[in-house]
């Protein structure tokens, strides 16, 4: 339920039997409720200029003077301060008498009027009435019970409004906690994006896409175990640009650059999900091949091979393979080698050319 469907004694559950107990710690009794009653006429009959003395004074401090504004709002400030007077001495004290107070509070509160304003508009008003009742009523036993009375009554009133409040502002700490705990959590999903961007972008190389060599040693360390632990094959791809310092030389960098991106592009279309193409470094690429022969690895190569001309028929490559598994797993250090080795060996024969090595069993 929204709180704009409550009422302000549902929002602060101040209930009937919460009433009658703050009317006890105050020791407002029947007798005060009938002696306030009794001079209920002689206040409806002098409301109007209690009300024009009481603004007279509110509206030459200041502060006050800038809370009200204009005529206007004092108009309305001055009709509304009648019938709360008048409501002092109504003898009717219940729920919806605490809610009108509880409401005046928090109009004070909202409009920006400070507890120390509150209260000393409150003993103006104090002093006003009494001054009323004094000149009106010769009995000076009768006014001090009723001066009595009036002050029960008026604090009654007070721990209302303090009430609204004390309520207001834990609310707006309550708002301000709710709001600096959401920009905080929006700040901790920046910074967790941020730094995957970050590690992502560690991880790859800046040209062409592909993981770095970085990537390529701790990935093929995680699927070297996991080959051995599954008695599988793994093969390492391993192959270098020919003539690639010729592109640059004669074609410049920028051609030489468009030629790894192709590349790139084109060991990306042929990869598996679980396969891992990098950029070793300059010209020279390897692709971690999970769960495969060299049979497997072959038939990679030429899929690659044969996307690749489809973008650029005059790139070439010199391409080695090293198989390890699935019997025997040598490091990941041996491996590289091994590729390296053949991949040097390929370079021997113009052209695509692909060679293998198989490691062997212990």
């Known amino acids: 339920m929204n709180r704009t469907d409550l009422t302000l004694l549902e929002q602060m559950r101040i209930s009937e039997i919460d009433i009658i107990r703050r009317k006890e710690l105050l020791g407002l009794t029947e007798e005060d409720v009938q002696n306030l009653v ?16 009481f603004y007279g004074i509110q509206t030459s401090i200041d502060e006050i003077a800038l809370l009200i504004g204009d005529a206007d709002t004092l108009g309305r400030l001055q009709k509304a301060q009648k019938q709360y007077v008048i409501d002092l001495f109504n003898g009717f004290y219940d729920m919806e008498y605490v809610n009108n107070r509880l409401r005046i509070g928090m109009v004070h509160k909202r409009i920006g009027v400070e507890p120390r304003l509150y209260l000393s508009a409150v003993v ?15 009995d000076p036993d009768k006014r001090s019970v009723i001066n009595k009375s009036l002050d029960k009554l008026l604090y009654f009133d007070t721990t209302l409004i303090f009430d609204t409040y004390i309520r207001s502002m834990l609310s707006e700490i309550e708002a301000s906690k709710d709001r600096a ?15 995957h961007q970050l590690e992502l972008l560690s991880r790859k190389d800046a040209l062409t896409g592909l993981l770095n060599q ?19 094959c793994l093969c390492l791809v391993y192959f270098d640009v020919d003539k690639f ?3 640059n030389d004669q074609k410049g ?3 030489g650059d468009r030629t790894l991106i192709t590349i790139s592009q084109a060991l990306k279309a042929v990869s598996r999900e679980i396969d891992s193409p990098c950029r070793y ?21 030429e899929r690659f091979i044969k996307e690749l001309k489809k973008k650029n028929k005059s790139i070439t490559l010199s391409i080695g393979i ?21 991949m040097y060996e390929s370079k021997k024969t113009k052209g695509f050319c692909i060679k293998t090595y198989q490691s062997k069993t212990a």
């Open 245 to 247: 310092k010729k592109i």
């Open 38 to 53: 009794s001079v209920k006429s002689l206040i409806e009959d002098k409301i109007d200029d209690i009300v024009l003395e």
């Open 124 to 138: 103006t008003l104090k002093y006003l009435i009494i001054k009323t009742i004094k000149n009106n009523i010769s």
């Open 253 to 255: 960098h920028q051609e």
């Open 281 to 301: 470094g300059g010209d020279e690429f390897c692709v971690i091949l999970p769960d495969c022969d060299l049979d497997g690895a072959e038939k990679y190569c």
């Open 214 to 232: 970085r990537s390529l040693y701790e990935l093929l360390r995680r699927d070297l175990q996991k080959a051995k632990r599954s008695n599988e």
């Open 322 to 342: 090293a198989q390890t598994g699935p019997d025997h797993h040598i490091d990941s250090d041996e491996l590289i080698k091994h590729a390296d080795s053949k």
């Open 181 to 195: 705990e959401t920009y905080a959590r929006s700040l901790e999903d920046k910074v967790a994006e941020r730094t």
